[in-house]
């Protein structure tokens, strides 16, 4: 599986964004998915997962708990993470991940993904 992330870009504090991770191959709805972020200096950190179906309950960091939406859409392949209220320290590079999983309805929150996706900038400005 290959991902490709886009809908990264410069917005004001309190604005929004749109993050999609568009898989290629015909086994994406085999893998759970995750958003991940990284800033210069610090770890990656975990922003959102989604079960392979969509189902069950997405799970998020505190930090943009109410305020990021994850999706996934099988048919076309993609993932989103839907950004509200963004604030300066959502300024990040953001990945989206891919871990092959049995369990159609399970969140999966791993450091050991099968596949990244090559990152796209958000920058939040105040």
């Known amino acids: 599986v290959q991902l490709q992330a886009s809908g990264g870009g410069l917005v004001q504090a309190g604005g929004s964004l749109r993050l999609s991770c568009a898989a290629s191959g015909r086994t994406f709805s085999s893998y759970a998915m995750e958003w991940l972020r990284q800033t210069p200096g610090k770890e990656r950190e975990f922003v959102a997962a989604?079960?392979?179906?969509?189902?069950?309950?997405?799970y998020y960091d505190d930090s943009v708990k109410g305020r990021f939406t994850i999706s996934r859409d099988n048919a076309k392949n993609t993932v989103y993470l839907q950004m509200n209220s963004l604030k300066p320290e959502d300024t990040a590079v953001y990945y989206c991940?891919?871990?092959?999983?049995?369990?159609?309805?399970?969140?999966?929150?791993?450091?050991?993904?099968?596949?990244w996706g090559q990152g796209t900038l958000v920058t939040v400005s105040s």
């Open positions: 991940t891919a871990k092959s999983t049995a369990d159609p309805n399970k969140v999966v929150v791993t450091s050991e993904p099968d596949y």
């Open positions: 989604i079960s392979r179906s969509g189902g069950g309950s997405p």
